[in-house]
C-alpha cells in the first residue's frame, strides 16, 4: 500500500511539473535512508510549497480543498475526536452527515491516519485538503478555546483593572508583522495588561512570570516580600512572554539567550517604566520585570525614614567638594534610590553631575546619565576614563565591582571631585575591610573616602490596623531595650484590606553612617580588625541598623520581628 501511495505522489508531482526527476530521486534516496515523510522531505528540501503541494493533490485526486480560517465548525463534531489525535494526524474533523464524517486533512495520502479515525469514531470519512498550518490554527481556535475563558476568569477576579494601559513608545520593532499578529490577539494583550496593572497598583516592585509544568506562576513583590497572583494556564506563556519582548524590542524569535530591556506604559494618567530580563529556563522563558513608578519613587533624602544624625552626616558629605560616598547592602535595599536622593540634594545649574550605571532606573533632568555596556567594552572603569575627560563635579559610579573601577574612582576623589557608589557589603565597616581586599592601599582609603552607609529596607507598619501591645521586661531587656518599667510598648499591624492582609504597608530604610574620623583613619592605617573598627565607631556615636531598627520599633513605625528579619546575623558583634 505504501508503494501505491509513493507512486500515486510522485506521478501528480512529475505531471504538474512541480519537481524536476532529478529533485524526486533526491528525495526518494533521503526517504529512504531516514524514513519518513515523502511529502514532507520535499517541503524542507525546498523542492515545493506546502500550497503547490496541496493544490496538486487536490486536483489529482479529485478530493476538494477548504480554507479552514472561513469555516465555523459545530462544537458537537470537535468532540468526536481527541485533541491529541487531531495534533498527531495534523487533522480537523469539519462536519457530520448521517453516518459520514468530513475532515480536513495536511495529508490526504496518509491512509493510515483516515483509518484509525474511521475506527475511532465509526463513520466513514470524506476527506479534504488543506494546509497544516490552516490545521495547527484551527487546533489553538477550536481545542483551545477552553483557555480564552480561563482568561477572561482571571480578568474576572483580578480585582483591578488595567486603567488603560497604552504603550507609550515601540522601541526598535522591526517584525511589523508579528507585532500586528499579537497585537490582535486581544486575550493574550488583555492578560498581560492585566499582569501589568496589578503590579503597579499592588506597589509592588517586581513582577516575575515563571512557567511550570502545566501553568504560569505570576508572583508580586510588594515592600520586599514575594506575594503570588493568579495562575495562567501554560499554553499562554510563549504568547505573554511574546507580548512582553514586543513591547520591549527584545528578538521573539529568540528563546535559547538571555535578553535585556526596557519598555514605558501610561497608567491612570502617569507614566511606569519598566525594565525587563528574560531568562531561558528548562520548562521556558522565565520573566523578571522591575517596576520603576516614580510615583512611588521616593528619590528626596529627607522621606526615605532616615534618622536624623545619619541625614546630617550624609548633608555635610555632599557638601564636601571632593571625597568619596559609599553605600553598601544587599541587592534591593534601597542602595541606589539613596544615592539619587544625594544626587537630588546636591543637584544645581553650578554643578556637571555624570552618572554610570547598569541599567538606568530614573531619568533626572539635568543629570548625564550613561549606561554600562561591557559586552561592547562600555565597562564602568573605561565609562568612568571618559567621564572624567568631561570636566564633571560629581560622578556616581552604579557599582564598585572590580579594583580597576575602584582604583579610578578614588583616584578622582582625590583630584577634587565628589563621587558617590555602592559596594556589596553587609556593614559599614566591613566595606572598609572589603577595600582592601580589593587591592587598595589603607592610606588611599583614609584619604579619599568621606563616609559608608549601610543600609536596609524594613516594612512599616499599616496605619489603618496598627495595634498596641507591650511587651515583657525579661525579653526587652534580652534585646537590649532599655527600659525603666516593667513593660515596654510596641506596635504591630493586625492585617486588614487595604495591607492585604499582611500588616505592613509601604517600606522605611534603615542606615548605618561611618564616618572616617581621624580616629577611625588610625586604625584603618594599622590595618586593624573589622570588630575593632566597629566598636570604636559606636563609641564615637554611630548608630548600628540594629540600634536604628529598635528606635523605629518603639516608634511604632515598624515592628520587632521586621526589624530582627533584616539584621539578623548583621549585629551578632553588637554587644559592647
Given at each position: 500500500?505504501?508503494?501505491?501511495?509513493?507512486?500515486?505522489?510522485?506521478?501528480?508531482?512529475?505531471?504538474?511539473?512541480?519537481?524536476?526527476?532529478?529533485?524526486?530521486?533526491?528525495?526518494?534516496?533521503l526517504?529512504?535512508?531516514?524514513?519518513?515523510?515523502?511529502?514532507?522531505?520535499?517541503?524542507?528540501?525546498?523542492l515545493?510549497?506546502?500550497?503547490?503541494?496541496?493544490?496538486?493533490?487536490?486536483?489529482?485526486?479529485?478530493?476538494?480543498?477548504?480554507?479552514?480560517?472561513?469555516?465555523?465548525i459545530?462544537?458537537?463534531?470537535?468532540?468526536?475526536?481527541?485533541?491529541?489525535?487531531?495534533?498527531?494526524?495534523?487533522?480537523m474533523?469539519?462536519?457530520?452527515?448521517g453516518?459520514?464524517?468530513?475532515?480536513?486533512?495536511?495529508?490526504?495520502?496518509?491512509i493510515?491516519?483516515?483509518?484509525?479515525?474511521?475506527?475511532?469514531?465509526?463513520?466513514?470519512?470524506?476527506?479534504?485538503?488543506?494546509?497544516?498550518?490552516?490545521?495547527?490554527?484551527?487546533?489553538?481556535?477550536?481545542?483551545?478555546?477552553?483557555?480564552?475563558?480561563?482568561?477572561?476568569?482571571?480578568v474576572?477576579?483580578?480585582?483591578?483593572?488595567?486603567?488603560?494601559?497604552?504603550?507609550?513608545?515601540?522601541?526598535?520593532?522591526?517584525?511589523?508583522?508579528?507585532?500586528?499578529?499579537?497585537?490582535q490577539?486581544?486575550?493574550?494583550?488583555?492578560?498581560?495588561?492585566?499582569?501589568?496593572?496589578?503590579?503597579?497598583?499592588?506597589?509592588?516592585?517586581?513582577?516575575?512570570?515563571?512557567?511550570?509544568?502545566?501553568?504560569v506562576?505570576?508572583?508580586?513583590?510588594?515592600?520586599?516580600?514575594?506575594?503570588?497572583?493568579?495562575?495562567?494556564?501554560?499554553?499562554?506563556?510563549?504568547?505573554?512572554?511574546?507580548?512582553?519582548?514586543?513591547?520591549?524590542?527584545?528578538?521573539?524569535?529568540?528563546?535559547?539567550?538571555?535578553?535585556?530591556?526596557r519598555?514605558?506604559?501610561?497608567?491612570?494618567?502617569?507614566?511606569?517604566?519598566?525594565?525587563?530580563?528574560v531568562?531561558?529556563?528548562?520548562?521556558?522563558?522565565?520573566?523578571?520585570?522591575r517596576?520603576?513608578?516614580?510615583?512611588?519613587?521616593?528619590l528626596?533624602?529627607?522621606?526615605?525614614?532616615?534618622?536624623?544624625?545619619?541625614?546630617?552626616?550624609?548633608?555635610?558629605?555632599?557638601?564636601?567638594?571632593?571625597g568619596?560616598?559609599?553605600?553598601?547592602?544587599?541587592?534591593?535595599?534601597g542602595?541606589?534610590?539613596?544615592l539619587?536622593?544625594?544626587?537630588?540634594?546636591?543637584?544645581?545649574?553650578?554643578?556637571?553631575?555624570?552618572?554610570?550605571?547598569?541599567?538606568?532606573?530614573y531619568?533626572?533632568e539635568?543629570?548625564n546619565q550613561?549606561?554600562?555596556?561591557?559586552?561592547m567594552?562600555?565597562?564602568?572603569?573605561?565609562?568612568?576614563?571618559?567621564?572624567?575627560?568631561?570636566?564633571?563635579?560629581?560622578?556616581?559610579?552604579?557599582?564598585?565591582?572590580?579594583?580597576?573601577?575602584?582604583?579610578?574612582?578614588?583616584?578622582?576623589?582625590?583630584?577634587?571631585h565628589?563621587?558617590?557608589?555602592?559596594?556589596?557589603?553587609?556593614?559599614?565597616?566591613?566595606?572598609?575591610?572589603?577595600?582592601?581586599?580589593?587591592?587598595?592601599?589603607?592610606?588611599?582609603?583614609?584619604?579619599?573616602?568621606?563616609?559608608?552607609?549601610?543600609?536596609?529596607?524594613?516594612?512599616?507598619?499599616?496605619?489603618?490596623?496598627k495595634?498596641?501591645?507591650?511587651?515583657?521586661k525579661?525579653?526587652?531587656?534580652k534585646?537590649?531595650?532599655?527600659?525603666?518599667?516593667?513593660?515596654?510598648?510596641?506596635?504591630?499591624?493586625?492585617?486588614?484590606?487595604?495591607?492585604?492582609g499582611?500588616?505592613?504597608?509601604?517600606?522605611?530604610?534603615?542606615?548605618?553612617?561611618l564616618?572616617?574620623?581621624?580616629?577611625?583613619?588610625?586604625?584603618?592605617?594599622?590595618?586593624?580588625?573589622?570588630?575593632?573598627?566597629?566598636?570604636?565607631?559606636?563609641?564615637?556615636?554611630?548608630?548600628t541598623l540594629?540600634?536604628?531598627g529598635?528606635?523605629?520599633?518603639?516608634?511604632?513605625?515598624?515592628?520587632?520581628?521586621?526589624?530582627?528579619r533584616?539584621?539578623?546575623?548583621?549585629?551578632?558583634?553588637?554587644?559592647?
Open positions: 500500500m505504501a508503494l501505491g501511495l509513493k507512486e500515486k505522489l510522485t506521478n501528480i508531482l512529475i505531471d504538474k511539473k512541480l519537481v524536476k526527476e532529478a529533485g524526486l530521486q533526491k528525495a526518494l534516496h526517504q529512504k535512508e531516514k524514513g519518513g515523510s515523502l511529502s514532507d522531505i520535499l517541503i524542507t528540501l525546498g515545493v510549497s506546502k500550497n503547490d503541494l496541496m493544490m496538486a493533490i487536490s486536483e489529482h485526486l479529485g478530493i476538494p480543498p477548504i480554507n479552514l480560517s472561513r469555516f465555523k459545530d462544537p458537537e463534531v470537535l468532540k468526536l475526536i481527541p485533541k491529541k489525535i487531531v495534533k498527531h494526524y495534523k487533522i474533523p469539519i462536519s457530520k452527515m453516518g459520514v464524517l468530513t475532515l480536513a486533512i495536511a495529508d490526504p495520502l496518509n493510515f491516519a483516515i483509518d484509525d479515525i474511521k475506527a475511532l469514531t465509526g463513520f466513514k470519512i470524506s476527506p479534504i485538503v488543506t494546509t497544516e498550518k490552516d490545521i495547527n490554527d484551527a487546533i489553538s481556535q477550536y481545542y483551545d478555546e477552553n483557555v480564552y475563558s480561563a482568561i477572561d476568569k482571571i474576572a477576579d483580578m480585582k483591578t483593572v488595567d486603567g488603560g494601559i497604552r504603550l507609550v513608545e515601540d522601541q526598535g520593532l522591526e517584525n511589523a508583522e508579528e507585532l500586528a499578529k499579537i497585537a490577539e486581544a486575550p493574550v494583550v488583555k492578560i498581560t495588561n492585566m499582569l501589568l496593572a496589578e503590579g503597579v497598583n499592588a506597589r509592588s516592585s517586581d513582577i516575575l512570570i515563571e512557567p511550570l509544568e502545566s501553568e506562576r505570576i508572583r508580586y513583590r510588594v515592600d520586599g516580600i514575594l506575594q503570588e497572583g493568579k495562575r495562567p494556564p501554560k499554553i499562554l506563556h510563549s504568547s505573554i512572554v511574546s507580548r512582553l519582548k514586543i513591547m520591549s524590542g527584545l528578538d521573539i524569535a529568540e528563546h535559547r539567550l538571555p535578553q535585556d530591556g519598555f514605558k506604559i501610561r497608567l491612570g494618567g502617569r507614566e511606569v517604566d519598566f525594565r525587563i530580563s531568562l531561558p529556563s528548562s520548562m521556558g522563558e522565565k520573566v523578571a520585570l517596576i520603576l513608578d516614580k510615583a512611588q519613587a521616593m528626596d533624602i529627607k522621606k526615605l525614614g532616615l534618622d536624623q544624625k545619619s541625614l546630617d552626616e550624609i548633608h555635610k558629605a555632599a557638601d564636601r567638594p571632593h568619596m560616598i559609599l553605600i553598601c547592602g544587599p541587592t534591593g535595599c542602595k541606589t534610590t539613596t539619587y536622593s544625594i544626587l537630588q540634594l546636591v543637584n544645581s545649574k553650578e554643578d556637571n553631575i555624570i552618572t554610570v550605571e547598569d541599567p538606568i532606573e531619568l533626572i539635568g543629570i550613561v549606561t554600562a555596556r561591557p559586552e567594552g562600555l565597562t564602568f572603569a573605561s565609562a568612568l576614563r571618559s567621564i572624567l575627560r568631561q570636566d564633571p563635579d560629581t560622578i556616581m559610579i552604579g557599582e564598585i565591582r572590580d579594583f580597576e573601577t575602584v582604583d579610578i574612582a578614588i583616584k578622582a576623589a582625590l583630584t577634587g565628589l563621587v558617590l557608589s555602592t559596594l556589596h557589603t553587609t556593614t559599614a565597616t566591613g566595606s572598609i575591610i572589603r577595600l582592601v581586599n580589593m587591592g587598595v592601599e589603607p592610606f588611599l582609603i583614609t584619604s579619599s573616602v568621606i563616609i559608608v552607609g549601610a543600609q536596609r529596607l524594613v516594612r512599616k507598619i499599616c496605619l489603618k490596623c495595634e498596641a501591645y507591650e511587651l515583657d525579661d525579653l526587652a531587656d534585646i537590649n531595650l532599655s527600659t525603666t518599667s516593667n513593660k515596654v510598648t510596641l506596635y504591630r499591624g493586625k492585617g486588614c484590606h487595604s495591607c492585604l499582611t500588616g505592613y504597608k509601604g517600606r522605611v530604610a534603615l542606615i548605618e553612617v564616618t572616617l574620623t581621624p580616629k577611625i583613619k588610625e586604625l584603618i592605617l594599622s590595618g586593624a580588625q573589622e570588630h575593632t573598627i566597629r566598636e570604636v565607631a559606636r563609641r564615637e556615636g554611630m548608630k540594629r540600634e536604628s529598635i528606635q523605629n520599633a518603639l516608634n511604632g513605625i515598624t515592628t520587632l520581628d521586621e526589624v530582627v533584616v539584621t539578623i546575623g548583621d549585629q551578632d558583634m553588637d554587644t559592647v
